[in-house]
């Protein structure tokens, strides 16, 4: 079966799966409801139709297994989410599960087995759109599950626990889901980029160094209202001007560091009258980077840079952490197999650091991690506009499956003869 049929039959696959949505004009699957439950049992049927045993697990992954050559052999895990965001495309999440499913399928049909087991894990959720949380499903099976949050509830009132145990799982048996399966080789997950690097290159597919750390901050900008026609401009204490030099001081700090990105993205000006100065501004503030130290030291200066700002405009500044958290680095050693993948398929191999976070965020408290890229239209994503070309899947699907013969190679013994 040549990848390119591969790549076709996965898109028409993605567009099915599209079709499984809690909103008839728009795609919305959020986790434990019923168009969750209609995308397991559709890639549970292709799962078993290519040689795997599958299995849903008590938080709802879905997870099939295809054998080793031999028994008591290592497993390699392969996988990402099924879930996703409101009003979504069809690809972020479900293209890397039905590329890991295209290479096992190829490997059932030349009848073929591998010195390791592979484990495919369908995520449930990833996203976090129905409880206020990421990563449930990856979380489960690292053993990083928080019983705290079978006591969430989502918009309608439904504690996790009961949405878990109505979609088949049991609760008090969540540690069970943790991996026990023995040795592991890694955890490979197959992306669509969501940003637009790889499309400005000119190249298919990249590779992941790392998932950036992530810092989010909430500021507040303190002045002074008052009466937009009748104080005199040097005498105000205007917060949304010391909220404003801010944000383009947050821009001129970001663009000053390689790799670094910088967001203000929320802005909320009270009282919010066309007529009154601004006496309080609250902002966001999220600063991502590969690496944590420079993470830290760029939001250390833009706190000076606000208190310095708000000093010289007769005000105040307060600054409040809201979430942090540290990168996570690709295995050097399976990064450097998908690159001989890459390279001998044809493909220039590219590094990039993702500056989303995916499952395997979690994966990596569990075993190391790689991570391959697949381009992406105009990087769009988190939209019904993604899109993805065949001939980019079809890369996607060479690559990964010249990477698990590479992984092959390197576990089977030399042959000596006498």
């Known amino acids: 079966m040549e990848t390119h049929v591969s790549a076709h039959t996965l898109i028409a ?21 019923p168009p969750m439950r209609q995308v397991n049992q559709a890639v549970t049927g292709w799962m078993r139709a290519a040689g795997m045993t599958v299995r849903q697990d008590n938080i709802g992954n879905l997870i099939g297994r295809y054998e080793a050559a031999h028994p008591d052999t290592p497993t390699l895990l392969l996988g990402s989410h099924l879930d996703t965001v409101r009003d979504a495309g069809q690809y972020d999440g479900p293209l890397g599960v039905l590329v890991a499913l295209a290479c096992v399928e190829r490997l059932h049909a030349r009848d073929e087995r591998l010195p390791f087991a592979i484990e495919l894990l369908a995520f449930c959720d990833e996203e976090g759109l129905r409880y206020p ?48 399966g023995g040795a592991l080789l890694g955890y490979c997950e197959v992306h669509i980029e969501q940003g637009p690097v790889l499309e400005a290159a000119h190249l298919p597919l990249g590779l992941v160094t790392a ?19 009748t104080v005199p401009m040097h005498q105000r204490h205007d917060a949304l001007c010391a909220a404003a030099a801010f944000v383009l001081e947050v821009e001129r700090a970001a663009s000053a560091t390689p790799g670094l990105v910088a967001t203000v993205g929320q802005l909320n000006v009270a009282p919010g009258a066309s007529n009154v100065i601004p006496g309080q501004v609250t902002l966001s503030l999220d600063v991502r980077h590969p690496d944590d130290a420079t993470r830290a030291a760029t939001h250390a200066h833009l706190r000076q840079r606000a208190e310095h700002i708000a000093a010289t405009r007769r005000g105040v500044v307060e600054w409040q952490l809201v979430g942090e958290q540290s990168a996570t680095p690709c295995s050097p050693q399976l990064t450097r197999l998908l690159e001989r993948a890459a390279v001998a398929e044809g493909y220039p191999p590219r590094h990039l650091a993702s500056g989303a976070g995916h499952d395997a965020v979690m994966m990596a408290r569990l075993t190391d991690i790689a991570m391959l890229f697949v381009r992406c239209a105009g990087g769009i994503s988190h939209s019904p506009a993604e899109a993805v070309a065949a001939e980019d899947v079809a890369a996607a699907i060479a690559v990964l499956e010249r990477f698990l013969a590479l992984l092959a190679e390197e576990r089977t013994p030399p042959t000596t003869t006498t």
């Open 133 to 180: 949380t990421t990563y449930l499903g990856s979380a489960t099976v690292a053993g990083a599950f928080d019983p705290a949050w079978r006591d969430l509830t989502d918009d309608a009132g439904i504690p996790l626990a009961e949405a878990l145990q109505a979609f088949g799982g049991a609760p008090a048996a969540l540690p069970q889901d943790t991996w026990h």
């Open 211 to 229: 998932i950036q750390g992530q810092s989010r901050f909430t500021l507040t900008f303190r002045g002074e209202a008052g009466h937009a026609g």
């Open 13 to 33: 696959r993605c567009a099915l799966l599209g079709a499984f949505s809690e909103e008839p004009d728009r795609l919305t699957r959020r986790y434990a409801t």
